[in-house]
C-alpha cells in the first residue's frame, strides 16, 4: 500500500530546460512533505520541504508546489544542471513529533543533458 | 565533520551470522532514526529512538535490535542473518526541539549490507 507514489521512474531534460518531477500521495493526513536527493553511494541529502498550509515554496531554482485538493505535488528545477542528475524521493509525514515518521515513494532517477 | 555518519559503508557477511552497524552524528540532534532500502528502492522506517527511548518500531523481525547509548549513537544489531536481509541501511536524525516543521531527517551515508 504505497501512501506516497512517484510514478515516473526517469525523466530526461536538456540543460537549462527545466525538469518537474512529480509525486502524488493517498493519506489525507499527510501534512509536511519534503524532497531528498540522492547520488549513488550516498545517503539521500534534503533538498526543500513545503508544509500543508503552504501551496508555494521556493529556494533557489528549486521550487515545490502542492496541491492539497488534488493531493499531489510537484518539484520544479530551473534551470536544470548537469550536477542535479540524480535520484529525486518526494516523502510525507503526518505526525509531529517524536512519533514522527517519513514516508517515502520510490525516487525519481533524473538525468540532466549537457 | 561529517553530520551522520555510518560503519562500516559495506558488509559481506554469511546467512546465519551476527552483525552490528553503528551510526553517530554530530548534529545535537535527539532522534534518530533507522531505514532499510530494500531492492525495490523503497525507503522504509524501521526504528525511532528519542534521547535513547524507543518510539517507533515497524513490525521489525525481533531479529534486529537497536540500541541507543546515548542520543547521539544509533547502532543496529542484526542476529541470525538471512538473505532477505540484504539491502542498504540508512541512519538518519532529526531534530525534534525544533517544533512543528522541522520534520526534516538528515541520513548517514548508507551501509550496504549482503548475506550470501
Known amino acids: 500500500d504505497q501512501q506516497v507514489k512517484q510514478n515516473s521512474p526517469s525523466l530526461s531534460v536538456q540543460e537549462g530546460r527545466i525538469s518537474i518531477l512529480n509525486c502524488d500521495y493517498t493519506?489525507?493526513?499527510?501534512?509536511?512533505f519534503l524532497w531528498y536527493k540522492k547520488y549513488p553511494a550516498e545517503g539521500p541529502t534534503f533538498l526543500i520541504s513545503?508544509?500543508?498550509?503552504?501551496d508555494k515554496n521556493e529556494d533557489g531554482r528549486f521550487t515545490v508546489f502542492l496541491n492539497k485538493s488534488a493531493k499531489h505535488l510537484s518539484l520544479h528545477i530551473v534551470p536544470s544542471q548537469p550536477g542535479d542528475s540524480a535520484v529525486y524521493f518526494c516523502a510525507a509525514s503526518e505526525v509531529s513529533g517524536a512519533n514522527s515518521k517519513l514516508t517515502f515513494g520510490k525516487g525519481i532517477t533524473l538525468s540532466v543533458r549537457p | 565533520d561529517t553530520a551522520v555518519s555510518q560503519t562500516p559503508k559495506y558488509l559481506v557477511t554469511q546467512m546465519g551470522n551476527d552483525k552490528s552497524i553503528k551510526c553517530e552524528q554530530n548534529?545535537?540532534?535527539?532522534?534518530m532514526y533507522w531505514y532499510k532500502q530494500d531492492s525495490k528502492k523503497f525507503l522504509k522506517i524501521m526504528f525511532s529512538y528519542n534521547n535513547k527511548e524507543l518510539i517507533i518500531n515497524e513490525t521489525v523481525p525481533n531479529r534486529f535490535s537497536p540500541k541507543s547509548p546515548d542520543k547521539a549513537h544509533l547502532n543496529l544489531h542484526i542476529n541470525s542473518l538471512e538473505l532477505g536481509d540484504s539491502a542498504v541501511y540508512f541512519c538518519a536524525s532529526r531534530d525534534l526541539a525544533g517544533g512543528q516543521g522541522t520534520d526534516t531527517q538528515y541520513f548517514g551515508p548508507g551501509t550496504r549490507l549482503t548475506v550470501l
Open positions: 548534529l545535537g540532534h535527539d532522534t
Open positions: 493519506n489525507s493526513m499527510f501534512d509536511y
Open positions: 513545503i508544509s500543508s498550509i503552504k
